[in-house]
């Protein structure tokens, strides 16, 4: 059996601060319509974490110290089955949220979180979310929205275990990967996603060979190129092509 640590994360697992000074508020996409003086508000409830790249966030079934929100890195999602077999559920980058699912109902974490870079988080109270999303109605319309685009994301995984051949799978996991980026750092030529193969075949579904001889054909084909962990996107036309 696999036993989940409960414990608190120690504190000299991360760099902390008090509060979230000289931090771009705006730049949170949960907050970014709000007035300033509300956003300083907000600031106040606020803590800043600075976690190290591969540290553990959290785990499944521990007790919820917040709401988190990505302000700079990236993290996965995973949940871990019985016999040790891990799955990544989803890459969350900047202006993320996680643990909106403990605001309501259970304060129990109902995944486990890990950085993949470092990663700086802007964490606030149960409580305290809780209180702003009464008092401010549109944050709470963006907090729907967020939750509308994960169930979302869980169909869509869903249909690509349940239609897609293994090729497929990679193309699709690519194609998403690359769409989030772009929302991210804007339209470029050509869109990066940092991933080893391994990671990239968890979240996928498929297995580690799999995945590189998917690779390989498609940098093959110049429709991709990889280097050094990063998977670079060169025609993503193309590569939606290879869905159909």
């Known amino acids: 059996m696999v036993y989940f640590n409960t414990e608190p994360i120690p504190v000299n697992q991360f760099i902390h601060s008090p509060e979230a000074p000289k931090m771009d508020m705006h730049k949170i996409k949960l907050f970014s319509n709000l007035q300033p003086e509300v956003l300083e508000h907000i600031k106040s409830l606020s803590q800043k974490r600075i976690y190290p790249k591969d540290t553990t966030v959290f785990v499944r079934d521990q007790e919820a110290d917040g709401v988190y929100i990505i302000y700079a890195g990236r993290v996965k999602v995973t949940s871990l089955y019985h016999d040790g077999r891990e799955k990544i559920l989803a890459i969350l980058g900047e202006g993320e949220i996680l643990g909106e699912m403990t605001l309501w109902g259970s304060n129990l974490r109902s995944a486990n979180v890990e950085t993949m870079e470092v990663t700086t988080f ?123």
Do not use: C, W
């Open 122 to 244: 802007l964490i606030i109270s149960r409580a305290n979310f809780r209180m702003l999303l009464k008092s401010l109605p549109g944050l709470s319309l963006k907090v729907i929205e967020l939750l509308s685009e994960r169930l979302r994301q869980a169909v869509r995984q869903i249909e690509e275990l349940t239609f897609l051949d293994a090729r497929r799978r990679v193309i699709g996991s690519l194609i998403y990967l690359s769409d989030e980026k772009k929302l991210q750092t804007g339209p470029e030529t050509h869109i990066v996603v940092s991933m080893t193969h391994a990671e990239l075949a968890n979240l996928t579904g498929v297995t580690r060979e799999t995945v590189t001889k998917v690779l390989n054909e498609l940098q093959d084909e110049k429709i991709i190129s990889i280097s050094r962990r990063q998977i670079r996107v060169l025609n993503p036309a193309t590569l939606r092509e290879q869905l159909l």
